[in-house]
């Protein structure tokens, strides 16, 4: 402060330097000071001497920046707070009419200058766009950023016009930032929906009302808090065809509403373990959704929805028994976003793709879409699609012979993972964890993790992996080599192949009927393993290359069983 009370009348021009930023350009200062061009450039020159200012290029294209931002927040310190705001008032004149794409590109600048001019109507309209803006690119903490100002200027003047409907707005993106940079089920995700309901049903916003619901559900249900996740995906489908009955929302609106809605069941329903009615709904989806009418669903919800629901459909394609029909729509919904280029939406594919690979046993595929996608989510700090990358690579690793480097990334994953107060697949990713300590011989580990995925399915409702999370005990038991291993381990087969038929998961029904047949060849009884394996491959029309459909013809044929030519010719 002493160095620029030195500079006398050249003080004046750092302190409009400094009101501008950081950085300013010598044709912006010129506009905003309003002085001849004489004094400006001797200002300048002595400031620069004088160290406080560095200097690109020549005026009229110069650019000047402050020595350190000390310097800078000194000189704007030592202006009145009425010329301070007189000065960011001039600066938003000067940027909107000099320069009005850049103040498109980067709306954050004029926010700031309303925000300190005063102008908190339109200082909250730029936060939004800037938080917007940043989140389209994958910027999400940037974005948070943004937002959060907004709401702060919001608050601040809570007599501005539409002030409700702005924080709506504003929290509405801010949802979905956070759920990109922290996490679906952190507490900060639920607080903001919770409060933006609040202002939905306040204002009678139907579209808000709808989007802080979707996103009360997403919290939850990542939570695996399933029996309130699936309460909310039916409320969304009500108020759905509600609006389809209304006059109020545009059809494209109305059939977005039931797209999203008939995912967010078809979702809740996979992970319940009831596949059929999830496959319903997921066609249901598909067949509404058009990438030219709702391409702003991505915006509105944070993925794109085509995508979404073909990588599920992928996913669940595997459940019912059709794994080359899974894989093609997995591939699809990666090509599809690659296509769209946002971030989120293609770490989403990326991961469902590792998903389906190790349900295929495609170990490299698994490694190499867990890669890919942890490249993206470590890039945009995407912190849900991060550590499931982790859990997933390390699980590929353990495969491939780097079990230590495996099991830290498991461990690390699961850990940082289950942090974020996220719960769903982790019966699933506790059974990857039991896999690969079991390979490297840590039964007991391998048991103990087991349990923890038994009472984790058994807390949250999560279904979709409990007919292998009882095979696989039955197969660990088994390990030891006691004979008195064998009856509870075939009573756990037993429970794990009820399980899978009841839940019409046929290639979770696959795995267990070979567990099991091979525990009856192994005692004696052939025809009961003939009898019990050859029925479940029959059922199957596709996948003949698979390893788990391999496998089981290879035992089929040693058993002596007739197979279908079309197996025959794959043995």
Same mark, same amino acid.
């Given at each position: 402060?002493?160095?620029?009370?030195?500079?006398?009348?050249?003080?004046?021009?750092?302190?409009?330097?400094?009101t501008?930023?950081?950085?300013f350009?010598?044709?912006?200062?010129?506009?905003?000071?309003?002085?001849?061009?004489?004094?400006?450039?001797?200002?300048?020159?002595?400031? *620069?001497?004088?160290?406080l200012?560095m200097?690109?290029?020549?005026?009229?294209?110069?650019?000047?920046?402050?020595?350190? !931002? @000390?310097?800078?927040?000194?000189?704007?310190?030592?202006?009145?707070?009425?010329?301070?705001?007189k000065?960011?008032?001039?600066?938003?004149?000067?940027?909107?009419?000099?320069?009005?794409?850049?103040?498109?590109? *980067?709306?954050?600048?004029?926010?700031?200058?309303?925000?300190?001019?005063?102008?908190?109507?339109?200082?909250?309209?730029?936060? %939004?766009? #800037?938080?917007?803006?940043? +989140? &389209?690119?994958?910027?999400?903490?940037?974005?948070?950023?943004?937002?959060?100002?907004?709401?702060?200027? =919001?608050?601040?003047? +809570?007599?501005?016009?539409?002030?409700?409907?702005?924080?709506?707005?504003?929290?509405?993106?801010?949802?979905?930032?956070?759920? +990109?940079?922290?996490?679906?089920?952190?507490?900060?995700?639920?607080?903001?929906?919770?409060?933006?309901?609040?202002?939905?049903? /306040?204002?009678?916003?139907?579209?808000? =009302?709808?989007?802080a619901?979707?996103?009360?559900?997403?919290?939850?249900?990542? &939570? +695996?808090? %399933?029996?309130?996740?699936?309460?909310?995906?039916?409320?969304?489908?009500?108020?759905?065809?509600?609006?389809?009955?209304? *006059?109020?929302?545009?059809?494209?609106?109305q059939?977005?509403?039931?797209?999203?809605?008939?995912?967010?069941?078809?979702?809740? @329903?996979?992970?319940?373990? &009831?596949?059929?009615?999830?496959?319903?709904?997921?066609?249901?989806?598909?067949?509404?959704?058009?990438?030219?009418?709702?391409?702003?669903?991505? $915006?509105?919800?944070?993925?794109d929805?085509?995508?979404?629901?073909?990588?599920?459909?992928?996913?669940?394609?595997?459940?019912?028994?059709?794994?080359?029909?899974a894989? /093609?729509?997995?591939?699809? #919904?990666?090509?599809?976003? $690659?296509?769209?280029?946002?971030?989120?939406?293609?770490?989403? #594919?990326? =991961?469902?793709?590792?998903?389906?690979?190790?349900?295929?046993?495609? =170990? $490299?595929?698994?490694?190499?879409?867990?890669?890919?996608?942890?490249?993206?989510?470590?890039?945009?700090?995407?912190?849900?699609?991060?550590?499931?990358?982790?859990?997933? &690579?390390?699980?590929?690793?353990?495969?491939?012979? $780097?079990?230590?480097?495996?099991?830290?990334?498991?461990?690390?994953?699961?850990?940082?993972?289950?942090?974020?107060?996220?719960?769903?697949?982790g019966?699933?990713?506790?059974?990857? %964890?039991?896999?690969?300590?079991?390979?490297?011989?840590?039964?007991?580990?391998?048991?103990?993790?087991?349990?923890?995925?038994?009472?984790?399915?058994?807390?949250?409702?999560?279904?979709?992996?409990?007919?292998?999370?009882?095979?696989?005990?039955?197969?660990?038991?088994?390990?030891?080599?006691?004979?008195?291993?064998?009856?509870?381990?075939?009573?756990?087969?037993?429970?794990?192949l009820?399980?899978?038929?009841?839940?019409?998961?046929?290639?979770?029904?696959?795995r267990?009927? !070979?567990?099991?047949?091979?525990?009856?060849?192994?005692?004696?009884?052939? *025809?009961?393993?003939?009898?019990l394996?050859?029925?479940? !491959?029959?059922?199957f029309?596709?996948?003949?290359?698979?390893?788990?459909?391999k496998q089981?013809?290879?035992l089929?044929?040693?058993?002596?069983?007739?197979?279908?030519?079309?197996?025959?010719?794959?043995?």
């Amino acid at each position: 402060m002493a160095r620029l009370d030195r500079m006398g009348p050249f003080k004046r021009i750092a302190q409009i330097g400094a009101t501008i930023g950081r950085e300013f350009s010598y044709e912006t200062l010129r506009a905003v000071a309003n002085t001849p061009a004489e004094q400006i450039v001797a200002a300048l020159n002595h400031l *620069e001497e004088a160290g406080l200012i560095m200097r690109r290029g020549h005026p009229p294209d110069a650019l000047y920046s402050f020595k350190h !931002v @000390m310097i800078q927040n000194a000189a704007h310190a030592s202006l009145l707070h009425s010329e301070r705001r007189k000065l960011h008032s001039r600066i938003v004149q000067v940027l909107s009419e000099m320069y009005p794409e850049k103040s498109e590109r *980067e709306p954050e600048l004029l926010a700031h200058h309303l925000t300190e001019s005063g102008q908190s109507e339109g200082a909250a309209n730029f936060w %939004l766009k #800037a938080g917007k803006q940043a +989140a &389209r690119s994958g910027a999400n903490l940037e974005a948070i950023g943004h937002l959060r100002r907004g709401l702060s200027v =919001v608050h601040a003047s +809570a007599g501005i016009p539409g002030a409700d409907e702005m924080e709506l707005e504003l929290r509405i993106a801010l949802g979905i930032s956070l759920i +990109a940079a922290k996490g679906y089920a952190v507490q900060e995700v639920e607080e903001n929906y919770i409060r933006a309901l609040e202002l939905g049903h /306040q204002l009678d916003d139907d579209e808000k =009302v709808f989007a802080a619901t979707r996103g009360l559900w997403v919290c939850h249900f990542i &939570r +695996a808090d %399933l029996t309130r996740a699936h309460d909310l995906s039916v409320e969304l489908l009500r108020f759905a065809k509600r609006q389809r009955l209304s *006059e109020r929302p545009q059809p494209a609106q109305q059939t977005g509403y039931l797209i999203e809605a008939h995912r967010a069941i078809a979702m809740t @329903m996979l992970y319940r373990g &009831r596949f059929a009615a999830s496959q319903h709904h997921l066609h249901r989806c598909i067949n509404l959704y058009s990438p030219d009418l709702h391409s702003d669903l991505m $915006e509105r919800h944070g993925t794109d929805p085509g995508v979404v629901s073909r990588s599920y459909l992928g996913y669940l394609l595997w459940f019912l028994g059709r794994p080359d029909a899974a894989r /093609q729509h997995s591939e699809q #919904a990666i090509a599809n976003a $690659e296509e769209i280029r946002h971030p989120f939406t293609l770490a989403f #594919a990326l =991961v469902f793709g590792a998903y389906l690979c190790q349900h295929l046993r495609d =170990v $490299e595929g698994t490694r190499d879409h867990a890669n890919r996608a942890m490249i993206i989510a470590s890039e945009h700090n995407f912190l849900h699609w991060k550590q499931q990358a982790t859990i997933l &690579r390390g699980w590929a690793l353990t495969q491939l012979g $780097e079990t230590d480097e495996g099991l830290s990334q498991m461990r690390f994953g699961l850990d940082e993972y289950e942090a974020m107060d996220s719960w769903l697949a982790g019966c699933w990713f506790r059974c990857l %964890l039991a896999e690969a300590y079991a390979k490297v011989g840590m039964r007991d580990a391998a048991l103990r993790a087991l349990d923890g995925a038994l009472a984790t399915a058994r807390r949250t409702g999560d279904h979709s992996y409990l007919a292998e999370v009882y095979r696989l005990q039955g197969e660990i038991i088994l390990s030891d080599g006691d004979p008195a291993s064998v009856q509870e381990a075939e009573e756990l087969f037993a429970q794990s192949l009820a399980t899978a038929r009841k839940q019409g998961a046929l290639s979770w029904e696959l795995r267990t009927a !070979v567990s099991l047949a091979r525990l009856s060849l192994e005692a004696g009884r052939r *025809e009961h393993a003939s009898l019990l394996l050859a029925p479940v !491959v029959g059922k199957f029309t596709e996948g003949f290359y698979t390893p788990d459909l391999k496998q089981a013809m290879q035992l089929v044929a040693e058993l002596g069983t007739d197979t279908p030519a079309r197996e025959q010719a794959d043995l």
